[in-house]
């Protein structure tokens, strides 16, 4: 079965500086991965995705991750952090059952950015 | 071209009631998503639906269905409401969903809450 784990379930970082938000996969197969970002009151949004290919994958908002399956993760980062990160932000991995692929999520990072 | 929208937004019930969601999905998407969102479980998979069909269901009880119409519009009912059944309720919806990762767009959700 697929799961993700966020480690961390709030990071806090100044504006400015790096972030890293930490994500890690189980999956018997090769895994579908995906970062959402999620602002008060509103749905999901996603960043990017990983599906085959090169394993840096650039989303929005000036966000990238890195896919290492020796290390099965899927770390989210971005050089500078702004005030209009501050947000909820989920990892998903993907599993094929009935026709499609159905997202599994993890529990969720916090980011909050301080000025 | 729209989003997703969901109506309505926010809505209190009372335990025993039962209730009945409605989502519209971006134009020409024709498989629709149903999430549920608690700070206790995080975000977990309701049902999805591609040509008024389930296509896959979550781990669920029987009081949470759902139904797709012709014009791709969904809605999800919850029978014998629960204080547990306290939620944001998410859809999304994708182009097709079928064999391939197809984004998937979020609506805000609906926040029920029960009493």
């Known amino acids: 079965a697929q799961s993700v784990t966020q480690l961390g379930s709030h990071v806090s970082v100044s504006e400015g500086a790096l972030v890293l938000l930490r994500c890690n996969y189980s999956?018997?197969?090769?895994?579908?991965l995906f970062w959402y970002v999620q602002y008060p009151n509103q749905g999901l949004q996603l960043l990017l995705k990983?599906?085959?290919?090169?394993?840096l994958v650039k989303g929005i908002n000036g966000f990238e991750a890195e896919f290492k399956k020796s290390e099965t993760s899927f770390h989210l980062t971005k050089p500078s952090a702004h005030m209009s990160d501050a947000a909820e932000y989920f990892c998903?991995?993907?599993?094929?059952?009935?026709?499609?692929?159905?997202?599994?999520f993890g529990r969720g990072t916090s980011l909050i950015v301080h000025p | 071209k729209a989003g997703v929208t969901q109506t309505p937004r926010y809505l209190i019930k009372t335990r025993g009631q039962q209730v009945t969601l409605s989502c519209s999905p971006i134009?020409?998407?024709?498989?629709v998503s149903w999430y549920q969102q608690t700070p206790g479980q995080g975000l977990q998979f309701l049902f999805e639906?591609?040509?008024?069909?389930?296509?896959n269901k979550g781990n669920f009880p029987g009081r949470f269905s759902g139904r797709q119409f012709s014009n791709s519009r969904s809605e999800m009912n919850v029978s014998t409401l629960e204080l547990g059944d306290s939620a944001l309720y998410l859809c999304?919806?994708?182009?097709?969903?079928?064999?391939?990762?197809?984004?998937?767009?979020f609506g805000p959700g609906t926040r029920l809450t029960v009493l």
């Open positions: 639906y591609f040509s008024e069909t389930q296509r």
């Open positions: 998903a991995v993907s599993r094929f059952s009935g026709g499609s692929y159905i997202p599994t």
């Open positions: 999956s018997s197969v090769p895994p579908y």
């Open positions: 990983y599906t085959t290919g090169a394993t």
């Open positions: 999304a919806s994708s182009l097709e969903g079928e064999g391939r990762t197809d984004t998937q767009y």
């Open positions: 134009s020409g998407h024709r498989s």
